[in-house]
């Protein structure tokens, strides 16, 4: 069993940025794929940014490219979402989440409790 705890989250304003966090425990971690996801009020969650543990390979939805940078410190077992020119489109709830399977988008099997982002305009 894997555990997430998510934190970092705030109100920004837009322009601004914020750092999310994510500590992950319980079980080996070396072989899971660490995402992060968002859903805003009324919309259903939706894919952020992954990583590979060791930061091999990463990857981004579209509508944060250039804006987010994915993470990760395998020796504090720590995943990161730096998140830069925030927009107000990008208030929501985030979650962290971990799959067993590599390179996907969907399907995640660990997930967080969510830490809330507010951009103000």
């Known amino acids: 069993q894997v555990q997430l705890v998510e934190s970092g989250g705030g109100l920004v304003q837009a322009g601004g940025s914020l750092r999310l966090s994510c500590r992950a425990s319980?079980?080996?971690?070396?072989?899971?794929?660490m995402g992060w996801f968002r859903q805003a009020p009324g919309k259903e969650r939706e894919f952020v940014a992954a990583?590979?543990?060791?930061?091999?390979?990463?990857d981004y939805a579209d509508s944060v490219k250039g804006r987010f940078t994915i993470s990760s410190d395998n020796a504090k077992n720590m995943v990161y979402l730096q998140m830069s020119s925030l927009k107000p489109e990008d208030t929501a709830v985030y979650y962290c989440?971990?799959?067993?399977?590599?390179?996907?988008?969907?399907?995640?099997?660990?997930w967080g409790q969510g830490t809330q982002v507010t951009v103000s305009s």
């Open positions: 989440a971990a799959s067993r399977i590599l390179f996907v988008r969907r399907g995640y099997d660990y």
């Open positions: 319980g079980r080996s971690f070396s072989s899971l794929y």
């Open positions: 990583i590979s543990w060791g930061g091999g390979r990463t």
